[in-house]
């Protein structure tokens, strides 16, 4: 029990932007899901067993629309596609892990895949229950904002009109935030091109998919070729 406490002691401060984060975008979704009809209950059962953001904030589309289940798994494959990779980085680090490591795995959303790449565990912290602790805390800030947000959502009556554009706002803070700060930003006008493109032939109700799968395949023809051009280049030094 010592090396537990000893643990979520040395975690915690590393969660403590998450914390900020998480509560408002949490008491953002549980209004909107609030304001959609779903209460204190359906909110935390969502928070707790599918703790994603942006796929639970799409989901709300789903719940008040007609069902598509097709439409449903392929936009949530191609939104949460990204910790496929997050995933695979994370075998060595987890691989000792134990009774915890399923716990890990579905918890390991980006702020947490962020802190545990980036942060060391104290020489004297177990490092399995160091990462436990941070994955277990995220999470509860995500759950807690969310609560927050239904219990609010549910006695005070205030107009959400333009709420569920939150998600589309962080989106564009964080795409904005990127192109400051990577010299490369090729892959963000394929996104761009790919996506408007899409809009074009598709239309604004169909193209989020194709527009995913055209930059999920051209950044990853791009990649290949980028890679290779860089080894040429390498070997024509040597």
Not at 157 to 171: H, I, K, P, Q
Not at 206 to 235: D, H
């Amino acid at each position: 029990m010592k090396e537990k406490a000893k643990a979520l002691k040395a975690a915690f401060p590393y969660t403590i932007p998450v914390f900020t984060g998480f509560t408002f975008l949490g008491i953002a979704y549980g209004i909107l899901m609030s304001s959609k009809g779903y209460g204190v209950g359906w909110t935390n059962l969502m928070s707790l067993m599918v703790f994603a953001g942006s796929a639970q904030y799409v989901a709300i589309s789903f719940l008040t629309s007609v069902f598509n289940p097709i439409n449903a798994f392929l936009m949530t494959l191609m939104i949460n596609a990204r910790h496929l990779f997050y995933g695979i980085s994370m075998l060595d680090k987890y691989k000792d892990a134990g009774k915890l490591k399923p716990y890990l795995i579905f918890g390991l959303c980006d702020e947490t895949f962020s802190i545990v790449c980036s942060t060391a565990p104290p020489k004297d912290i177990d490092k399995n229950w160091f990462y436990f602790f941070i994955t277990l805390l995220n999470h509860a800030y995500w759950v807690l904002g969310s609560l927050l947000g239904a219990w609010a959502g549910s006695k005070i009556s205030f107009n959400t009109t333009g709420l569920d554009f939150v998600l589309t706002a962080l989106f564009v803070v964080i795409f904005i935030g990127q192109w400051k700060n990577k010299e490369n930003r090729k892959p963000a006008i394929i996104g761009i091109m790919c996506s408007i493109i899409c809009l074009i032939i598709f239309g604004q109700d169909s193209f989020i998919i194709p527009s995913m799968a055209a930059i999920l395949i051209v950044l990853t023809i791009w990649r290949k070729g980028y890679s290779g051009k860089k080894n040429l280049t390498k070997e024509g030094i040597q």
